[in-house]
């Protein structure tokens, strides 16, 4: 299984108990997994339905929609990196059961980093990234918030790591490249440090659509007052 798209109607259950008939034990295990072991003790031992709401919740499914958008969701993996996406798909698939094989792991793991779809993702990181660079020793204010869209975009991180990956690239290329004033670097150093500690306790609690929405008002005044300067 990929995904699960389930309609908000829909219920799930397996009568065996009330029919005297038994699943296979693969079947058994792989709802546990899906399910969770007190979900698949309810429909397999109760014969009990589980409703849509709580599939998704479970993990028994996925996603919430109708055919639309499960056809709208396969759409959308044909057009990211298959290998990458066929070897996580087997290892999410495997429980332990008997397709389990390290060796293969391994094997199609070390394909995934050399192959040409990891070297294109790599090529249009690098390339943005540079552009970024280039833009930012004219407009350095502008350029976290450019960092910040690249790596949301080119790599599947929340928006917490990528803020943290875009702070250190963001540090390592002003530090190389720059010219910069130290008591002023100092000064923020010392503001990035309780800055920090406050994100740690209270930033991490706000819903990511707060956070978003910080990105987006603070790049909106910059652009204003560049238009307006």
């Known amino acids: 299984m990929t995904f699960g798209v389930v309609a908000p109607t829909a219920v799930f259950g397996v009568p065996t108990a009330k029919l005297g008939l038994v699943a296979d034990a693969w079947t058994l295990r792989r709802l546990a997994m899906l399910a969770g072991g007190g979900v698949a003790r309810r429909v397999m031992l109760a014969a009990q339905q589980v409703t849509a ?35 996580s798909k087997r290892v999410l698939n495997d429980f332990g059961g008997s397709d389990r094989n390290e060796a293969w792991e391994e094997e199609e793991f070390e394909r995934c980093w050399v192959s040409a779809d990891f070297a294109e993702g790599t090529a249009a990181l690098v390339v943005g990234l540079f552009g970024a660079s280039v833009y930012g020793g004219y407009f350095g204010a502008a350029q976290g918030v450019i960092y910040l869209a690249l ?11 990528a803020n943290a990956i875009k702070n250190v690239l963001a540090a390592v290329l002003f530090m190389v490249f720059a010219d910069p004033d130290w008591a002023v670097v100092g000064l923020i150093a010392v503001g990035a440090v309780v ?35």
Do not use: F, N
């Open 53 to 87: 709401a709580e599939a998704l919740a479970c993990g028994l499914a996925d996603a919430e929609g109708d055919l639309s958008d499960a056809i709208g969701l396969a759409t959308h993996c044909t057009e990211l990196a298959p290998m990458s996406i066929g070897y």
């Open 195 to 229: 800055g920090g500690r406050l994100g740690s306790t209270v930033g991490r609690k706000l819903p990511p659509a707060a956070l978003r929405a910080v990105i987006v008002v603070v790049g909106a005044l910059a652009i204003v007052r560049v238009l307006w300067r």
């Open 151 to 161: 790596l949301s975009l080119l790599l599947v991180a929340d928006l917490q790591v």
